[in-house]
């Protein structure tokens, strides 16, 4: 017992001391479709149109529907792995160099701020401009949630930071220079959720299982 108690303490100190891994993920420039797929809620980051920029430290709120979500008797299981966009040749309107996205479900009403909202989860990333074109930003690690699925609207907000209240991002657009018209991408993926059965109905399963075997 002595041995196992002190091998146990060995192991838990040598996890210990292994460092966490730090944030490591970068938005980068390349084709979203290729390497942020293959699965999408949508796709529509695409060079071309008007342009919109969002600057620090406001946030740019894109309210858009994730299409036919996967639903079940107990709901949806959302995960989102990243996002895309296109950027202007402006190297001034996208000096930030981080920014921070955050996905929230809008719940049965569809619209923000109500009590049904449920937020997926924020990732915040390192940004550099290196020029126009589709950039793309895979997360580290998915974020997640379960949702009822009675809906299929949600807001995504990116928000840009540089450390002063200078920083901004800008976003292709399909016309014009409004939030509703930025052509962005989202990948990820749902799973309908089915309930477990209740420990009472398990219990209640196992009591008639036992009565048939007396029976027999």
Do not use: H
């Amino acid at each position: 017992m002595k041995y196992k108690i002190q091998f146990a303490t060995l192991a838990f100190a040598c996890l210990a001391a292994i460092p966490t891994q730090s944030r490591a993920a970068t938005i980068v420039t390349g084709d979203v479709t290729t390497n942020l797929g293959p699965n999408f809620f949508f796709d529509s980051a695409t060079v071309g149109g008007g342009d919109f920029t969002v600057n620090q430290p406001n946030s740019a709120n894109f309210d858009r529907s994730f299409g036919t979500l996967n639903v079940g008797a107990g709901g949806s299981d959302i995960t989102v792995s990243g996002i895309g966009w296109a950027a202007p040749n402006n190297e001034g309107s996208n000096d930030a160099t981080s920014a921070t996205v955050t996905i929230t479900y809008l719940g049965f009403d569809g619209t923000f701020g109500g009590a049904d909202d449920v937020v997926i989860g924020s990732v915040t990333d390192n940004f550099t401009f290196t020029a126009n074109g589709e950039y793309y930003w895979i997360f580290d690690t998915s974020i997640s949630a379960t949702i009822d699925g009675l809906n299929n609207l949600f807001r995504v907000s990116v928000a840009p930071s540089n450390g002063t209240s200078n920083g901004s991002l800008s976003f292709k657009t399909s016309s014009g220079s409004i939030a509703a018209n930025v052509k962005i991408s989202v990948a990820g993926t749902s799973l309908a959720v089915v309930p477990e059965p209740s420990s009472a109905l398990l219990g209640g399963l196992g009591l008639l299982a036992l009565l048939r075997r007396r029976r027999a």
